[in-house]
């Protein structure tokens, strides 16, 4: 299923956004070579939360917001986790947001 492949490379490209760095959807969508999927790779990341090697807590939105963020268990566990690895959120928003941004490579 083309879906399914999709996911999975959405998967292999968060599995390497580095501790304490974020990056967004549509870098995300990018570095695949679909740059107008951001929209899928929400989905993906939001079907990824029984998988325990994807970070989905350092997806955010291209602004820096905790847009995900209802996706996870508890109120506040993605802000949590961003703050375990030393990234300050303030109002749903990563601050410094452009210096901790991480780009992915491209994979295609």
């Known amino acids: ?3 399914e492949n999709f996911f999975e490379r ?9 501790y304490g760095r974020v990056t967004s959807f549509g870098a995300i ?3 695949l070579g679909t740059a107008r999927s951001a ?5 993906a990341m939001n079907a990824s939360h029984s998988l325990d090697d994807v970070p989905a807590h350092r ?3 291209r602004n820096g917001l905790l847009t995900g ?7 506040n566990l993605m802000q949590q986790l961003l703050e375990n690895e030393g990234i300050v959120v ?3 928003q990563v601050q410094d947001f452009k210096n901790i941004f991480w780009a992915p490579e491209v994979q295609f």
Not at 10 to 18: C, K
Not at 39 to 43: A, C, E, K, S, Y
């Open 69 to 75: 963020k209802l996706h996870f268990d508890g109120t």
């Open 29 to 31: 969508a990018k570095a």
């Open 39 to 43: 929209r899928m790779v929400g989905w």
């Open 59 to 61: 997806v955010v939105n």
């Open 10 to 18: 959405v998967y292999s490209v968060v599995r390497q956004i580095p």
């Open 1 to 3: 299923m083309v879906e």
């Open 90 to 92: 303030i109002d749903n």
